[in-house]
């Protein structure tokens, strides 16, 4: 028998789970289903946690090297802010190369709860 997490597995994508669109860290919109499948990894963090600041640059710099040195392998980082603020959520996210549910968007909230998010940074 199929274990209940590979249901679950079996049944998530980009297009089921995240918002519709996406935003990069220039402020653009990025339409989920335009990124092409691959896998996904969702990043849970926020600017006021020391620990994730930490973990942050190290995660960016480990993702713009996987994405030079395996241009052949699809892997989308989005990363959904803990921020009490837009300007905060703003100012984090712009030190980074990963895309990011919008800070307005309930998905926010949303993804962490199913996902059983305790603690960040969680990836």
């Known amino acids: 028998t199929q ?10 994508t980009m297009e089921t789970l995240l918002p519709q669109t996406l935003q990069d860290p220039k402020h653009n919109a990025v339409s989920t289903s335009s990124l092409g499948g691959g896998a ?10 020391p620990p994730c600041r930490g973990f942050t640059p190290r995660l960016v710099e480990w993702y713009g090297h996987f994405r030079q040195n395996h241009p052949d392998k699809k892997l989308t980082i989005v990363f959904v802010s803990s921020d009490s603020s837009q300007r905060e959520f703003d100012e984090y996210h712009a030190s980074m190369n990963f895309l990011a549910v919008p800070f307005t968007d309930p998905a926010r909230e949303r993804l962490g709860s199913q996902f059983g998010v305790r603690g960040i940074p969680s990836l």
């Open 3 to 12: 274990s209940t997490w590979g249901v679950i597995k079996s049944r998530l």
């Open 40 to 49: 996904f990894a969702l990043y849970f963090s926020a600017h006021w946690c």
